[in-house]
């Protein structure tokens, strides 16, 4: 009996660029990738920034407005001049070049719409060729950046980028990812901790590097003594918010925890405060169900008090930390807060936090905190989490460097001539 | 002061006979557990009914305070003080709850079964922890709840599932759902086979068998109109059921997409099948026993050890009639795991009390589906379609 082999790209569908086609992508590996941070690649970007922000169906999603601004030629430029890598380095007999890996396979997260297109930028620009694979559950933003690809590498000055870039789609389970691995130079992993692992566990090229974006949660640092007005308030609830609204608050990088320095007296107002703003966008039934089911979740532990705040977000104070907390929590503004409350200095509270961080914790976000103590912080050998440390209201800017990966050296390779 | 200390209550041991009445033991709380099942299931007016359930949930609040850790801990800390003075001063817990703990008030030793639902929409199962003698009272509820409508004798019985379902080694709600109803048949016959496909030689052979007589059949809603009826129609057949009583559960949320409500449903059963008796019940797998049963007018009605309480989704306050809410589920049957009062995550409308017209006393309502499933977004999201392979 002859056994037929399924043709394992019959379940997948080019989302863009739409005239390709399967057996176009099939392709996509025997073409030579290009140099890095090409004219080519710059002119497409700042296209694709352009469109981004002139857009006016995307004024809608702040999440795609940030893209675009990230997009603009003069930060791009900024990152590119602030990559080493990319720096011919000539130190006497010394003499470096940056070259692309070759085919880069990205797996994106499902909901947070935007976040796969920076790692596939920081792709594009070491000079890739490039296939994503979309998560198909559909959000307008989604469709909307989709629709912006395909008029853009519609355009023929684009056509050695759209031959390179391909964005798919295919059923999970599917063969696909066997076959693709099999090309790839490189596999971008976003996901939860199951479905990377299952990813990873697909068998690829021997020398395929995997760069996994797996479960994190992010945390803000508060520092309560330096809330003593109306002002200061408003403005860490408007930062807070910002970093909590886009994606529903379930970006690795929003945070769902908050250490509380210092003086609690403002904790109540501050709360409410950003309550307000969330009572425009985050208050379905369905959210303010899960608020309570959060809430009694955390009571049932015996290390939580009543809700600070609960209403259209959840604010409730913790005593501890326990991994389930994390699991329970379902997005849609809702804060842990543990307080950190001592009658010691604020200095010696910042060490302290040392004992609270796990590997899991990727961002971390300051209100009012000396740098030097963060860098104190940070600097601790007993400390595996923290990947980013920046000021409250910037948790969702992406920078190259991500999970403490530099995400485009790790997409390239230098090749030293000695 | 938390909610379950009122020491004092009344109770009626007679009809319209109030005296105050604790229950301070188990066995008291049994015996008069023992009296209420005597009760008509749906003959009580909600005074007389309250009277008799208040005392009930009230010591059932205080026994999980007791011996449930985490029950206590969220009591103390919900910030419900005052006294209870009606049923719907008793708290509430979130039924996700029990997706997420292990909610018992016994030790291991006593655990009897343990119960695990997975609903429809969430891959985490429920788990419900029962006892010999919490187990009992939930089999004998049903039976006095379902003689109501389906008398005492034991029908010839088709099942509208198929028998993998009981043969698999995991105590499924449905398995038990089905289990439980068997109990109420004889000739069990399984109407679908191992691959959900109407089973037709058998149910062929079924109707003739009893023919002009009553028959009960039992299935879950969704089941019986995807793989029952459905087929039926396309098949362009139809079956003699004409004495049959239909019993289903489990919901409408996938009929409502089809535009099917429970008169097309009916409709629809009695032109392929002649079964004009049709009851739908509300019920759940974390309150097994006390289940909701539809009248001839088509209405859920509350039995009398169990009721129903309508809450604003936002306040969490009572609704009035003809309010949609929230429905927050009574049982008094569970001592083995705190799930004497819990607030559901289904959207309902309380349509009446006393006065239906089919003549049942009590608390009447109906159920309008789920509350919209909240996406799980984001980087963390291990449930809904990521790249799997």
Same mark, same amino acid.
């Given at each position: 009996?002859?056994?037929k082999?399924?043709?394992?790209?019959?379940?997948?569908?080019?989302?863009?660029p739409?005239?390709?086609?399967?057996?176009?992508?099939?392709?996509?590996?025997?073409?030579?990738?290009s140099?890095?941070?090409?004219?080519?690649?710059?002119?497409?970007?700042?296209?694709?920034?352009?469109?981004?922000?002139?857009?006016?169906?995307?004024?809608?999603?702040?999440?795609?407005?940030?893209?675009?601004?990230?997009?603009?030629s003069?930060?791009?430029?900024?990152?590119?001049?602030?990559?080493?890598?990319?720096?011919?380095?000539?130190?006497?007999?010394?003499?470096?070049?940056?070259?692309?890996?070759?085919?880069?396979?990205?797996?994106?997260?499902?909901?947070?719409?935007?976040?796969?297109?920076?790692?596939?930028?920081?792709?594009?620009?070491?000079?890739?060729?490039?296939?994503?694979?979309?998560?198909?559950?559909?959000?307008?933003?989604?469709?909307?950046?989709?629709?912006?690809?395909?008029?853009?590498l519609?355009?023929?000055?684009?056509?050695r980028?759209?031959?390179?870039?391909l964005?798919?789609?295919?059923?999970?389970?599917?063969?696909?990812t066997?076959?693709?691995?099999?090309?790839?130079?490189?596999?971008?992993?976003?996901?939860?901790?199951?479905?990377?692992?299952?990813?990873?566990?697909?068998?690829?090229?021997?020398?395929?590097?995997?760069?996994?974006?797996?479960?994190?949660?992010?945390?803000?640092?508060?520092?309560?003594?330096?809330?003593?007005?109306?002002?200061?308030?408003?403005?860490?609830?408007?930062?807070?918010?910002?970093?909590?609204?886009?994606?529903?608050?379930?970006?690795?990088?929003?945070?769902?925890?908050?250490?509380?320095?210092?003086?609690?007296?403002?904790?109540?107002?501050?709360?409410?405060?950003?309550?307000?703003?969330?009572?425009?966008?985050?208050?379905?039934?369905?959210?303010?169900?899960?608020?309570?089911?959060?809430?009694?979740?955390?009571?049932?532990?015996?290390?939580?008090?009543?809700p600070?705040?609960?209403?259209?977000?959840?604010?409730?104070?913790?005593?501890?930390?326990?991994?389930?907390?994390?699991?329970?929590?379902?997005?849609?503004?809702?804060?842990?807060?543990?307080?950190?409350?001592?009658?010691?200095?604020?200095?010696?509270?910042?060490?302290?936090?040392?004992?609270?961080?796990?590997?899991?914790?990727?961002?971390?976000?300051y209100?009012?905190?000396?740098?030097?103590?963060?860098?104190?912080?940070?600097?601790?050998?007993?400390?595996?989490?923290?990947?980013?440390?920046?000021?409250?209201?910037?948790?969702?800017?992406?920078?190259?460097?991500?999970?403490?990966?530099?995400?485009?050296s790790?997409?390239?390779?230098?090749?030293?001539?000695? | 002061?938390?909610?379950?200390?009122?020491?004092?209550?009344?109770?009626?041991?007679?009809?319209?006979?109030?005296?105050?009445?604790?229950?301070?033991?188990?066995?008291?709380?049994?015996?008069?557990?023992?009296?209420?099942?005597?009760?008509?299931?749906?003959?009580?007016? $909600?005074?007389?009914?309250?009277?008799?359930? &208040? #005392?009930? @949930?009230?010591?059932?609040?205080?026994?999980?305070?007791?011996?449930? %850790?985490?029950?206590?801990?969220?009591s103390l800390?919900?910030?419900?003080?005052?006294?209870?003075?009606?049923?719907?001063?008793?708290?509430?817990?979130?039924?996700?709850?029990?997706?997420?703990?292990?909610?018992?008030?016994?030790?291991?030793?006593?655990?009897?079964?343990?119960?695990?639902?997975?609903?429809?929409?969430?891959?985490?199962?429920?788990?419900?922890?029962?006892?010999?003698?919490?187990?009992?009272?939930?089999?004998?509820?049903?039976?006095?709840?379902? $003689?109501?409508?389906?008398?005492?004798?034991? &029908? #010839?019985? @088709?099942?509208?599932?198929?028998?993998?379902?009981?043969?698999?080694? %995991?105590?499924?709600?449905?398995a038990?759902?089905?289990?439980?109803?068997?109990?109420?048949?004889?000739?069990?016959?399984?109407?679908?086979d191992?691959?959900?496909?109407?089973?037709?030689?058998?149910?062929?052979?079924?109707?003739?068998?009893?023919?002009?007589q009553?028959?009960?059949?039992?299935?879950?809603?969704?089941?019986?109109?995807?793989?029952?009826?459905?087929?039926?129609?396309?098949?362009?057949?139809?079956?003699?059921?004409?004495?049959?009583?239909?019993?289903?559960?489990?919901?409408?949320?996938?009929?409502?997409?089809?535009?099917?409500?429970?008169?097309?449903?009916k409709?629809?059963?009695?032109q392929h099948?002649?079964?004009?008796?049709?009851?739908?019940?509300?019920?759940?797998?974390?309150?097994?026993?006390?289940?909701?049963?539809?009248?001839?007018?088509?209405?859920?009605?509350?039995?009398?050890?169990?009721?129903?309480?309508?809450?604003?989704p936002?306040?969490?306050?009572?609704?009035?009639?003809?309010?949609?809410?929230?429905?927050?589920?009574?049982?008094?049957?569970?001592?083995?795991?705190?799930?004497?009062?819990?607030?559901?995550?289904?959207?309902?409308?309380?349509?009446?009390?006393?006065?239906?017209?089919?003549g049942?006393?009590?608390?009447?309502?109906?159920?309008?589906?789920?509350?919209?499933?909240t996406?799980?977004?984001?980087?963390?999201?291990?449930?809904?379609?990521?790249?799997?392979?």
């Amino acid at each position: 009996m002859i056994l037929k082999r399924m043709n394992p790209m019959s379940d997948l569908t080019v989302l863009a660029p739409q005239h390709l086609s399967a057996e176009d992508m099939a392709k996509v590996h025997t073409l030579c990738p290009s140099q890095p941070a090409s004219d080519l690649t710059l002119r497409f970007l700042q296209s694709l920034s352009q469109t981004l922000l002139n857009d006016a169906k995307c004024k809608a999603f702040p999440e795609l407005i940030a893209l675009g601004f990230w997009l603009r030629s003069s930060n791009i430029k900024q990152m590119i001049g602030s990559n080493a890598s990319l720096q011919p380095d000539l130190r006497g007999d010394l003499t470096q070049v940056t070259k692309a890996l070759g085919t880069v396979l990205h797996f994106t997260p499902s909901n947070v719409d935007s976040m796969f297109v920076y790692s596939w930028v920081c792709s594009l620009l070491m000079g890739n060729n490039n296939i994503v694979r979309v998560a198909s559950s559909d959000s307008e933003a989604k469709t909307l950046l989709l629709s912006t690809f395909n008029q853009l590498l519609e355009l023929p000055q684009y056509r050695r980028i759209a031959e390179r870039n391909l964005f798919v789609s295919y059923p999970r389970g599917s063969a696909v990812t066997e076959h693709l691995s099999k090309q790839a130079n490189a596999r971008v992993i976003w996901g939860g901790d199951e479905s990377v692992n299952a990813i990873r566990s697909v068998p690829c090229h021997p020398r395929c590097r995997d760069i996994s974006f797996a479960d994190r949660y992010s945390a803000c640092l508060i520092n309560g003594d330096a809330l003593r007005n109306d002002e200061q308030v408003d403005e860490l609830a408007t930062k807070l918010w910002r970093d909590t609204e886009a994606h529903y608050q379930q970006a690795c990088s929003s945070p769902r925890l908050v250490f509380w320095l210092g003086s609690p007296q403002q904790q109540q107002a501050l709360f409410e405060r950003i309550n307000l703003f969330a009572k425009a966008s985050f208050n379905t039934k369905s959210q303010l169900n899960n608020h309570l089911v959060l809430s009694q979740l955390l009571l049932s532990s015996g290390q939580s008090y009543p809700p600070i705040v609960k209403d259209c977000i959840l604010a409730q104070s913790i005593n501890q930390l326990e991994p389930r907390f994390l699991d329970w929590h379902q997005g849609a503004g809702a804060y842990l807060v543990l307080g950190l409350v001592t009658n010691e200095s604020i200095e010696q509270s910042v060490e302290k936090l040392a004992t609270h961080i796990t590997d899991k914790l990727q961002t971390l976000s300051y209100w009012q905190i000396d740098k030097g103590q963060l860098l104190k912080l940070v600097g601790n050998p007993s400390i595996q989490g923290i990947d980013r440390i920046i000021p409250v209201g910037q948790a969702l800017d992406f920078s190259p460097n991500w999970d403490g990966y530099d995400v485009m050296s790790q997409l390239s390779r230098q090749v030293s001539v000695i | 002061m938390p909610a379950f200390f009122v020491p004092t209550l009344l109770f009626s041991l007679f009809f319209g006979q109030y005296v105050a009445m604790t229950i301070s033991n188990i066995e008291q709380y049994q015996e008069q557990f023992n009296r209420l099942l005597n009760q008509p299931v749906n003959g009580l007016c $909600q005074d007389q009914k309250q009277a008799l359930l &208040l #005392p009930l @949930l009230t010591y059932l609040d205080q026994l999980h305070f007791a011996k449930c %850790k985490e029950f206590n801990n969220i009591s103390l800390n919900s910030g419900e003080v005052g006294s209870v003075t009606s049923l719907s001063d008793l708290g509430y817990l979130a039924v996700r709850l029990f997706k997420h703990l292990e909610l018992k008030s016994i030790s291991d030793e006593q655990v009897f079964k343990v119960l695990r639902s997975s609903g429809t929409t969430s891959q985490t199962p429920a788990s419900i922890y029962l006892d010999k003698e919490t187990s009992s009272r939930q089999s004998k509820t049903l039976v006095k709840i379902l $003689q109501q409508t389906i008398g005492k004798q034991r &029908l #010839p019985m @088709l099942i509208i599932d198929s028998p993998r379902v009981v043969k698999d080694p %995991k105590f499924s709600a449905r398995a038990a759902g089905i289990q439980g109803l068997m109990f109420f048949g004889r000739d069990h016959t399984y109407a679908l086979d191992e691959h959900m496909q109407p089973n037709w030689p058998v149910i062929q052979a079924f109707s003739e068998k009893y023919q002009d007589q009553a028959v009960l059949v039992f299935g879950f809603t969704f089941m019986i109109w995807q793989h029952f009826i459905q087929e039926l129609i396309q098949q362009g057949k139809a079956i003699d059921l004409t004495k049959g009583v239909l019993l289903h559960s489990g919901g409408w949320k996938k009929l409502e997409s089809e535009k099917v409500n429970n008169l097309r449903f009916k409709q629809i059963l009695q032109q392929h099948t002649g079964i004009k008796q049709v009851h739908n019940f509300y019920g759940m797998a974390e309150q097994v026993g006390s289940i909701f049963v539809e009248c001839t007018e088509g209405h859920l009605h509350a039995p009398v050890m169990a009721d129903v309480i309508v809450r604003d989704p936002v306040t969490l306050l009572p609704s009035p009639i003809n309010k949609t809410g929230l429905i927050q589920v009574l049982s008094a049957l569970p001592t083995s795991y705190p799930g004497h009062s819990l607030l559901t995550e289904d959207m309902g409308t309380l349509l009446g009390v006393d006065d239906c017209l089919c003549g049942q006393k009590g608390k009447y309502f109906c159920v309008q589906g789920r509350l919209p499933k909240t996406e799980v977004r984001g980087c963390s999201d291990t449930q809904t379609d990521e790249p799997h392979v």
